[in-house]
């Protein structure tokens, strides 16, 4: 594949303060440039379209990112957290992480001790991020380093040392509450093929035996209901890791039967209507930089024999995409171009994966290209913030989208009335039943936990939706909580009651496990 042609592009290419094609081109909104970026010092205007009960509505906010925002992950107290570390530019020394926060939609950013840049990032089980490596050099070889975030204190603390670097690593957290750790290169630039577990409680990093053999970069994992770890992508010979003897078992190959380098992949729904039955959707990337694919397969993970089938194709082929869980459990899936690192070449349209249909749909359509180390990530409120975009080296797209879903409206184009949780325990235990307070009661058709996200490099590391039972009764739903770690591994969830016609309230954080 063409992954060495990538980099031999990110190591070579010139630094150019400049602006991106599409930034360029939105010339009534006054900008200031840092560092190649545009940073809008005015909101674009809020025009509601006719259809936006059926596409949904992507709104250009008025305060873009202040630094290149490579990985983020949303941590319980609503806010995003950003790393950029050196952002793509090696000869930047400053090395930047910020917070943002949606209520005030400004970004607050300070200095951080290691180059975070191109790292792994989960949320553990008590809410602090967890960092996974980062760049040592630009040759590229990866630290050993890790890190928690206080995000009472908005400082990182240094973790214990792995026993190798890792750059383009993945973490996974297990049903243990502890972390897996794999892939990403290590100190001297060669694949780290080992398989290494953090204990938050103990803080140790212990060893777990040696990756499957063909090892990629940021390798796309998802836990599944029986608590083994199921791979998928970006190799076409997808494998499962069980968690207690530390053997992986290969699965199935893909139909596409190539690399999906920089592709996409989503755990679906798990609802008591599926009967919790695993299927995972894998979209997009290409075998190289300039052959990209349109489609989409899908495996059955609950099958005796597991195999991938071909799924709906996307509206064009796509690569640097993003796949964002939402809480109706669609997924919103948007960005990519149909050649890596192209913004000539970009995918505008969004569009929306529909599990219960195995179609996509139109989903409006995005002001500005989202290509390498863009990110989308799903908010409290349940809408979507997109935002990077870093194709060349030293320039990177500042702007910032926000994407409001078809169930956030009317057919008239209004804004659609929304259930209130007027209130929810902080903590949960496995399959306790515990009580919602909503007025709303009679009129709520689901409820849902969704784990809040942690994304970078078109895979979201941390999302998942787990559907809940419940029943109604006056001015409170009665739920269930979910039966296991396997289900739910533990950790901070935002809990969603979406009525009869769909319509999600604002998410509250709970704590499960």
Same mark, same amino acid.
Not at 262 to 273: C, K
Not at 275 to 284: A, E, H, L, R
Not at 341 to 362: G, Q, R, W
């Given at each position: ?56 509505? %992507? ?54 001790? +290691? ?61 243990? *509450? +502890? ?54 992508? %970006? ?43 695993? +299927? ?29 089938? %071909? ?131 009679? +009129?709520? *058709? ?28 006056? *001015? ?38």
């Amino acid at each position: 594949m063409a992954i060495r042609s990538m980099w031999e592009r990110l190591m070579f290419a010139p630094f150019v303060l400049v602006l991106t094609a599409a930034t360029a081109a939105a010339q009534e909104t006054p900008f200031r440039e840092v560092l190649g970026h545009v940073h809008p010092s005015a909101p674009a205007p809020a025009l509601t379209p006719p259809n936006a009960n059926v596409t949904g509505v %992507w709104t250009t906010l008025g305060y873009g990112s202040p630094i290149n925002p490579v990985h983020v992950a949303l941590t319980h107290d609503g806010k995003i957290l950003v790393i950029s570390g050196s952002g793509n530019y090696p000869e930047n020394h400053v090395l930047s992480a910020g917070v943002w926060d949606p209520a005030t939609q400004r970004m607050t950013t300070f200095v951080i001790a +290691t180059d975070m840049f191109c790292n792994g990032m989960v949320v553990l089980p008590d809410g602090r991020p967890f960092v996974i490596g980062g760049t040592l050099s630009y040759k590229f070889t990866g630290l050993k380093s890790t890190a928690l975030f206080d995000q009472a204190t908005a400082t990182f603390s240094a973790g214990p040392d792995m026993s190798d670097g890792r750059w383009y690593p993945t973490g996974t957290v297990l049903p243990d *509450g +502890t972390v897996m750790a794999i892939s990403g290169l290590g100190t001297t630039g060669v694949m780290n093929k080992t398989v290494e577990i953090f204990d938050p409680v103990k803080n140790i990093i212990s060893p777990a035996g040696a990756a499957f053999p063909d090892v990629q970069f940021f390798p796309r994992q998802h836990v599944l209901p029986s608590g083994k770890v199921f791979e998928s992508g %970006w190799n076409p010979n997808t494998q499962m890791w069980d968690t207690s003897t530390h053997v992986w078992t290969p699965v199935a190959v893909t139909q596409y039967g190539k690399d999906r380098t920089y592709g996409t992949s989503v755990l679906l729904p798990l609802t008591p209507a599926n009967g919790y039955k695993p +299927t995972v959707i894998i979209m997009g990337g290409g075998p190289s930089s300039s052959n990209i694919t349109a489609t989409t397969e899908t495996i059955d993970l609950s099958a005796p024999k597991p195999a991938w089938v %071909w799924g709906p194709n996307m509206v064009a082929p796509r690569i640097e995409l993003n796949a964002t869980l939402l809480p109706n459990g669609k997924v919103i899936v948007s960005g990519g171009s149909s050649q890596d690192e192209d913004a000539a070449k970009a995918v505008l349209p969004a569009e929306m994966y529909d599990p219960a249909t195995n179609a996509f749909s139109p989903a409006g359509t995005m002001a500005f290209p989202r290509l390498y180390h863009s990110n989308t990530i799903l908010l409290p409120d349940a809408t979507v913030l997109a935002l990077g975009g870093n194709p060349i080296r030293g320039a990177y797209e500042g702007h910032m989208e926000i994407y409001s879903p078809p169930y956030l409206y009317t057919s008239t184009g209004a804004l659609a009335s929304r259930p209130v949780i007027a209130s929810a325990p902080p903590n949960i235990a496995y399959g306790a039943s515990f009580a919602l307070s909503t007025t709303a009661a009679a +009129t709520i *058709g689901s409820v849902v936990v969704m784990r809040a996200g942690a994304v970078t490099h078109s895979f979201n590391m941390d999302q998942r939706l787990v559907g809940l039972s419940f029943t109604a009764g006056s *001015g409170t739903l009665t739920v269930t909580a979910p039966a296991n770690a396997n289900l739910a591994p533990p950790g901070w969830y935002l809990i969603f009651i979406l009525d009869t016609n769909g319509v999600p309230s604002v998410g509250k954080f709970v704590k499960i496990g």
